[in-house]
């Protein structure tokens, strides 16, 4: 059975030239040692794996983790949100036309996703049309959160609502910020706890504030099973219903926006894998990996398999159908 991983990073050769060369700019060095290459930004010291670079590590990685087909989007290290607008836009652009390179090597194998300039709400929208246009990109990928606002805000509707119209899927990748994120600065929470609590608040913010109600067709996928929002649905809807804040801008219940969503399969527990497929359908699920991060599985072929009572209609679904359907194939 086909499998395709929408849900693989990259951190393609043209980006890391570029912060190999403005290094303060980015505020990232790439460091050489014993032959590797390494991300440096603060506390982050990341090895660059043929796999986030070069088309061939994909297919190596690929291959070893039964995978037919990835979706390559750009790592959340280079988001590049809190750079200045203009520079914001053209480290996106390398990215994603590194991103385009790395597909048109292997365009049997790999789609891409393009990362947007979010600091500057016109300029990601420019930005989604011309890879739209330019590379066929049929997803973008945008944080859950940004330094300029909440991607519920009104200033970014007009982005929503043009990706509605190109028929594009929006992944929503969580990069932990905020105040909540002193509190995770040990025993990597900030990703542990961290990305799942902020693919939930924006979700919510989204339910919400209207958003969902004016944008019935939006396809927007959410990272990481969903972070923590399938498996507190109920207290979302119950807080619709009790209180009166919760009603201010939708009277839509949360749990009838749930399936709006699209949701990987990271969850790293069959049994909460399970229960996604029961409470939003197999339709709404796609395979993701998130290579080539530690956090990541590493296996996901392997995680169907342990899922209980998964039908053949509902791994097809998940393994490619959902996947294709999102993609436009």
Aim: hydrophobic share 45%.
């Amino acid at each position: 059975m086909k499998r395709i991983d929408f849900h693989s990073h990259v951190i393609p050769e043209s980006i890391i030239a570029a912060m190999c060369d403005d290094p303060d700019l980015y505020a990232t060095r790439i460091e050489e040692q014993a032959g590797k290459r390494f991300f440096v930004r603060g506390k982050v010291r990341l090895e660059l794996t043929p796999e986030f670079w070069s088309a061939e590590g994909k297919l190596e990685s690929m291959d070893r983790k039964k995978i037919d087909v990835s979706v390559i989007s750009p790592g959340p290290q280079i988001f590049f949100h809190s750079l200045a607008p203009a520079d914001g836009a053209r480290a996106v652009r390398l990215v994603n036309e590194g991103i385009a390179k790395m597909v048109a090597e292997q365009p049997g194998r790999l789609r891409g996703m393009a990362g947007l300039p979010m600091q500057d709400a016109d300029a990601a929208v420019a930005e989604m049309e011309r890879v739209a246009r330019d590379f066929g990109f049929k997803a973008v990928e945008i944080a859950t959160a940004v330094p300029s606002g909440e991607i519920a805000d009104a200033k970014f509707r007009p982005l929503l609502r043009r990706a509605q119209e190109l028929n594009m899927t929006v992944f929503a990748h969580p990069n932990t910020v905020g105040a909540v994120a002193a509190r995770l600065d040990c025993y990597y929470l900030g990703n542990i706890i961290g990305n799942p609590l902020e693919t939930a608040i924006m979700a919510a913010k989204l339910m919400y504030s209207g958003a969902l109600d004016e944008l019935p067709q939006l396809k927007m996928l959410l990272a990481h099973g969903g972070g923590f929002l399938p498996y507190q649905i109920g207290r979302l809807a119950h807080g619709h219903a009790a209180r009166p804040e919760t009603r201010a801008d939708s009277g839509m219940s949360p749990r009838a926006l749930l399936g709006r969503f699209y949701f990987d399969t990271i969850t790293h527990e069959p049994q909460a894998l399970r229960f996604l497929i029961d409470l939003v359908g197999s339709a709404r699920i796609v395979l993701g990996s998130d290579s080539p991060f530690d956090m990541g599985d590493a296996g996901p072929a392997e995680t169907l398999e342990e899922v209980p009572r998964l039908s053949d209609p509902e791994r097809a679904d998940i393994c490619h159908r959902t996947a294709l359907r999102l993609l436009g194939e």
